[in-house]
């Protein structure tokens, strides 16, 4: 158990739909990261934020959103959902130094997007 | 843009031997991480290399670091069928202003009885 926890497991919904994806970092942790895993391409990186500011942005759709509360916890909101946004969406989370970044990982948001 | 390329892809490994994952990329990083993940499941980190000729080492698998040769490997000895799973390096790309990580494909490796 890595300490970050993400909800929900499993979400199967319909074209066009909106979900929201949440994440609780481990405690201590003030930077959390989105990313995407699919069979064809792979572990992609989404968004980062830092203790509430977003901080860097990778391959992330127009139609997905995310934000980082006071709390820390951060939510990836995915809209006009389309087939192929079925994927596996974790959440990770490190105490992010200049030095160092190990990131420890969530058990992920299996999205089925019929 | 940045390049992290693990090679090979795939793996089938009798019980007791040994092999070796590479992992290249195409930046002056000397931040390098492995992961493991099993079938369905979240991202295990393994091994964290931070310099240049860092090697780490844990169990049957031991993780070095060559920053010049921008090449990571990973070295399985004597392979037992617990070590089967899909195995990631990735690369800090921020160099300390992000955090974010890129992955390779992942090595999937299947060790038999």
């Known amino acids: 158990d890595s300490g970050v926890t993400q909800t929900p497991k499993h979400l199967i919904t319909a074209t066009g739909q909106r979900v929201t994806l949440r994440c609780s970092p481990r405690?201590?942790?003030?930077?959390v990261y989105w990313y995407q895993q699919s069979l064809d391409q792979g572990l992609q990186f989404l968004i980062q934020?830092?203790?509430?500011?977003?901080?860097a942005k990778g391959n992330i759709l127009e139609r997905f959103s995310a934000q980082q509360f006071p709390d820390l916890h951060s939510e990836l909101n995915l809209s006009s959902l389309e087939l192929g946004d079925s994927a596996l969406y974790f959440c990770a989370s490190s105490v992010w130094s200049s030095s160092y970044n190990e990131q420890f990982f969530g058990p992920g948001t299996r999205l089925t997007v019929l | 843009e940045l390049k992290v390329e693990q090679n090979p892809l795939f793996l089938s490994m009798q019980e007791g031997k040994n092999y070796t994952i590479y992992c290249n990329y195409s930046?002056?990083?000397?931040?390098l991480y492995w992961y493991r993940q099993d079938p369905g499941k979240s991202l295990e980190s393994l091994f964290v290399l931070l310099s240049n000729g860092a090697v780490k080492q844990e169990g049957r698998l031991m993780a070095s670091l060559d920053t010049k040769a921008r090449l990571s490997t990973l070295h399985i000895t004597a392979a037992v069928h617990d070590l089967s799973a899909t195995y990631f390096c990735?690369?800090?790309?921020?160099?300390?202003?992000?955090?974010?990580?890129?992955f390779g494909k992942g090595t999937k490796l299947s060790v038999k009885p």
């Open positions: 990735a690369v800090d790309e921020g160099g300390g202003s992000q955090g974010n990580l890129i």
């Open positions: 405690s201590g942790d003030l930077s």
């Open positions: 934020y830092y203790n509430g500011e977003e901080r």
């Open positions: 930046t002056t990083s000397d931040r």
